[in-house]
């Protein structure tokens, strides 16, 4: 049993797991951080961003002007942002049988693979997730054809020039594998290939191996999974919390006993609460609007936002924001906010409990309907005209990169008046505001990240007892920016098993036993006699018979005539020349070269000794 | 003595209402549905429980309940059958129907006492505490009612949030169905798999009738709404709240719309707006046309169809009013009907089946005078039209839904005997599977005849497959030999050796002797001699012994040479080991052999 590991980031996983005869793709994370070495692309003609100097090395030797960007001191790609993808060449991916997802976020990288890898198995997801990652994916795609570029920088990627660039482009790894966003058809292809599951529901993969998605607390239809066969067991956990938001909460019981367990996703700010962080974006917010400024908050369309929306409505009317208005933009805008609406099986107790009455899960259907929150598709359209300052917008993408975001930061990033608040934890915030700078509007750093920190890891691994973990690297020795916090790492024993990008690591399993079926003929057809109270024994001898990964054992043996003397216990089976003996304390059989007739005699004696 | 399932219909067994099968099925007992008769007043509401037991509560001998979907004659009696027989165990079902169940419920009750005044009726406290029974199932999930006994739901179509159950112990299962509609392919999450359920319990409602396409249908009700109104008739649709006839609303809606109508359309009781909003926060149980759109536009939002109030039942002019029940048994929808009858120019439509005993099912069977309380007297001169919009199996879903699950038994509930009779004919013929049609209080058994699971030890299971060749060659059959040790609840099939000592038992000595033929003009001794010395270049890494009493010990293998009395060349070598000693046995063969071909 072994697991190839795809990816390098700990919270956007994608390993391979092959499990008795299976291949299975755990995740399929896409790390957008390979982003922040290009630069924005502006929606509007920006003449900040097309006049920036072209890089030319000091030594003049290296000119590269059309490709790299610099500004204050940094060094941009400027092309179409490029994507990193999951490592494609250490194992064969047309081999892979099935990819399970875990949540939206961690299948961005599933048209790379599905589309252009030779794939022709399934995926497997929850329709939360299926439908949100569309909305993310379709996103994106709109964001990045929205505003085509027909520069394709590649001379910056020759390695012996990487070498001589300022980093941390010089650090960048596997730059050639980088990879433009794909098309909306690529996406549709990919996405058809999707088979929905629900909770708990026992997928059977060819017959050997049965997988199962459990409620991982962390967003709409988020999950884990089990792998198992009859007899071994293999826990995945993704991106999963423990706090109370609006997802259904954590399944923790049915990731007991496993042989291994699989830990990604963990907390990517495992210093900051969530719930102070809430507490300080409202009080950020509320101020820069009180002194008249416009709040920016760089996010998903999907995910915490809604928890932000939630928070903000009970919030608007205590903080006197009634007047304020919220806009939410993005192409998906309007399908996320309704989509969050219909899904009653996958939320809360309280929030089930709402669409009982019937009313919407999420109290953001009354922003809507009170015209406190306003969606847009983007800034374009009937946004300019009915957009008033100040205000507070959401808008992605939290890269900074592209999207309406990028208008906003070069409209407000000039005025001190302003605050972007950044809540999303997939990106440092100094990377992402540093093809903007010098900047004057403030900045807020308030991420908010719902994932399981260390000691709730490690609480939830004492009650689930698995027999071996294994892990990003990461998780093994404290950040670097804090070494000295040894509180901030997987302590266990055994000690957790780490991996990073192209780990091929084989899994401690011991495999005793695999599940036969014995067909009713031949188990009405056996003797049992008990040993002991309470154990019983009966020999079997039968015909294996393999189809579809299972067995099952039938009659197949051709009696054999055994005649006995009356005195001496001397069996002769005259057509086979063969002559056995039987004594007191002993059998003597004596038969020629024939192996399977000594085999079946054998346990015909056997079988007989232990009905005595 | 073989296993089997036993089911019994306290309800609906060749009758239509009041749905409550019991099904047991591995030591386990499950009630399926637990509805009420529409067209009983009396004892005969609801189903007798006293079958199950005569004393008291119900907890001990039932291990689940299942609701299918929330029509009352599917659900009606479970909080009599919770709270006033008493039972405390898990009752199963769908969140749309745990949201809509208790609407409907209390609705029920309130036309029961507080309108008709009965007494010795549920209560509104007992509707909640029965509710708080209830365990929501999503689709597809499998949920281990305990360590045996699993269920797993899937989509049924018929109405909001209707489910099909798998239920299944151990190898041994049973598929129950309410009224598939053939249209539940049509949602996004797949149809039943082929799961080979040992019987699949379906209604059979409209067993007899092959309904044309749905379109059709759509098409004849509202040519059938247009011209009644182009008259200046009023056309009164009978329904109950939820379910079809929220279709039927997004029908005449887009119709109104494509028209240009302005005939006003009503959809009487509060429940209107509430119901609605049901089908808009569950859209994903709704068929894929809607859910594709949904963002857009929500279907069940409603431009032309207003609440009704009693009073505009006196307007003049074209009206089409939507009212509840749907059987014209009692309420809003007997009251309009009593007020409209009398003119020809109006119309009513039954959507849906009715049961005996309604005035529904009165006025379809022809009848035109109805005797009303106080012994007055109906005139029935409006025109009655039946449409059989109500998703309820027709046979053709009932055939594909047995391709498609190919069950080893079939059992019909729902339906009227005649019509039933027809249907079990059709699928004995056309799928060679017993069919059966208990009636209430009878009990169909069907005997299965399951496989026994057990563990085998790898060691012995790849010794084994090692014998028959490479893997995976699942066309070879592998005979393999191995001894069954049970154990408390555990089956482990093992090598013998393996299971002599787990048990602790004592051997048994078994030895083995072969005979060789050769031809070697040496003498005796000279012969085991060379034999020996063969052995020992060869077999290296092995114990080998030439022992003074004239024998050769290879490991624990005995060889010793003799030679006939009349041809001294003729040597026979007898080569004896002991059971354990059987692998080293071969390849001494092997090497004797070669030896004697040299």
Known sequence: ?612 | NMPEINVTPLGAGQDVGRSCILVSIGGKNIMLDCGMHMGYNDDRRFPDFSYITQNGRLTDFLDCVIISHFHLDHCGALPYMSEMVGYDGPIYMTHPTKAICPILLEDFRKITVDKKGETNFFTSQMIKDCMKKVVPLNLHQTVQVDDELEIKAYYAGHVLGAAMVHIKVGSESVVYTVSVNKYAKSHISAWIDKCRPDILISESTYATTIRDSKRCRERDFLKKVHETIERGGKVLIPVFALGRAQELCILLETFWERMNLKAPIYFSTGLTEKANHYYKLFITWTNQKIRKTFVQRNMFEFKHIKAFDRSYADNPGPMVVFATPGMLHAGQSLQIFKKWAGNEKNMVIMPGYCVQGTIGHKILNGQRKLEMEGRATLDVKLQVEYMSFSAHADAKGIMQLIRMAEPRNMLLVHGEAVKMEFLKGKIEQEFSIDCYMPANGETATVTTNPSVPVDISLNLLKREMALGGPLPDPKKPRTMHGTLIMKENSLKLVSSEQALKELGLNEHQLRFTCRVQLQDPHSDPDTLHRIYTHLKSVLKGYTIQHLPDGTVMVESIVIKVSSSAEDTNAKVLLLSWSYQGGEYFFTALCIVKRLMYQ
């Not at chain 1, 027909?150 to 001589?164: D, F, G, H, L, V």
């Not at chain 1, 901030?488 to 084989?506: D, F």
Request: glycine fraction near 4%; proline fraction near 7%.
């Open chain 1, 1 to 612: 049993m072994k697991l190839y590991c795809l990816s390098g980031h700990p919270t956007l996983p994608c390993n391979v797991l092959k499990f008795k005869s299976t291949t299975i793709m755990l995740d399929c994370g896409l790390d957008t951080t390979s982003v922040l070495n290009f630069l924005p692309l502006p929606l509007v003609h920006s003449p900040r961003l097309s006049k920036l100097p072209g890089w030319i090395s000091k030594d003049g030797t290296i000119n590269l002007e059309k490709e790299l960007k610099d500004c204050a001191g940094r060094v941009f790609v400027d092309s179409q942002p490029e994507f990193c993808l999951p490592e494609r060449e250490l194992l064969d991916l047309s081999t892979i049988d099935v990819i399970l997802i875990s949540n939206y976020h961690c299948m961005m990288a599933l048209p790379y693979i599905t589309e252009h890898t030779g794939f022709t198995g399934t995926v497997y997801a929850t329709e939360p997730t299926l439908q949100i990652g569309r909305l993310l994916m379709e996103e994106v795609v709109n964001f990045m054809e929205r505003v085509p570029k027909a520069q394709s920088a590649t001379c910056w990627k020759n390695k012996e020039i990487q070498r001589m660039l300022p980093g941390p482009l010089k650090d960048a790894v596997d730059v050639w594998t980088w990879k433009r966003c794909y098309s909306m058809q690529e996406v549709n292809s990919a996405l058809s290939k999707v088979q929905l599951v629900g909770y708990s529901q026992k997928v059977e993969l060819f017959g050997a191996v049965q997988v199962s998605p459990l409620s991982s607390g962390y967003s709409l239809g988020s999950s884990n999974w089990i792998i198992q066969s009859h007899h071994e067991k293999v826990s995945y956990v993704s991106g999963s919390s423990l706090l109370t938001t609006h997802p259904q909460p954590m399944d923790q019981s049915s990731l007991k006993n496993s042989d291994v367990l699989i830990l990604t996703g963990l907390t990517q700010m495992p210093t900051a609460n969530p719930d102070g962080m809430l507490g300080e974006f409202c009080s950020n917010l509320a101020m820069t609007i009180r002194a008249g400024g416009n709040v920016l908050v760089p996010c998903y369309s999907s995910g915490v936002i809604y928890d932000l929306l939630e928070c903000l409505y009970q919030f608007i009317e205590s903080a006197s924001l009634g007047t304020t208005p919220f806009y939410f933009i993005s192409p998906v805008a309007n399908s996320s906010l309704e989509f969050s609406q219909i899904f009653a099986e996958w939320l809360c107790h309280n929030k089930q409990t709402k669409v009982y009455l019937p009313e919407p899960p999420f109290p953001h259907a009354e922003l809507i309907q009170t015209n406190k929150l306003k969606h847009y598709p983007s800034i374009h359209g009937d946004f300019s005209s009915e957009f008033r300052q100040p205000c507070v917008v959401f808008t992605g993408h939290p890269s900074l990169r592209f999207g309406d975001v990028v208008h906003f930061m070069e409209l407000w990033g000039k005025s001190s008046l302003n605050t972007i608040i950044f809540t999303e934890p997939d990106f440092s915030y100094l990377d992402a505001l540093a093809p903007y700078q010098p900047l004057a509007m403030k900045c807020v750093y308030c991420p908010i990240d719902t994932r399981l920190n260390f000691h709730q890891v490690s609480k939830l691994l004492k009650e689930v007892q698995p027999l071996h973990v294994v892990c990003p690297e990461q998780y093994t020795q404290p950040p670097l920016t804090q070494s000295h916090r040894s509180d901030l790492m997987l302590e266990l024993q055994p000690p957790p098993m780490p991996y990073r990008r192209c780990s091929v690591l084989n899994l401690p399993f011991r495999r005793r036993y695999e599940r036969v079926y014995i067909l009713p003929e031949l188990a009405n057809s056996l003797v049992p006699s008990e040993i002991k109270p309470g154990v019983s024994v009966a020999t079997v001898s039968a015909v294996v018979h393999s189809k579809d990964n299972k067995h099952t054992l039938q009659h197949g043996i051709t009696e054999v005539k055994v005649e006995e003397t009356a005195d001496g216990h001397i069996l002769h089976l005259q057509a086979e020349d063969t002559l056995i003996q039987l004594e007191e304390d002993g059998t003597h059989i004596v038969c020629d070269n024939n192996e399977p007739l000594r085999t079946t005699l054998r346990d015909l004696v056997l079988r007989f000794l232990q009905k005595l």
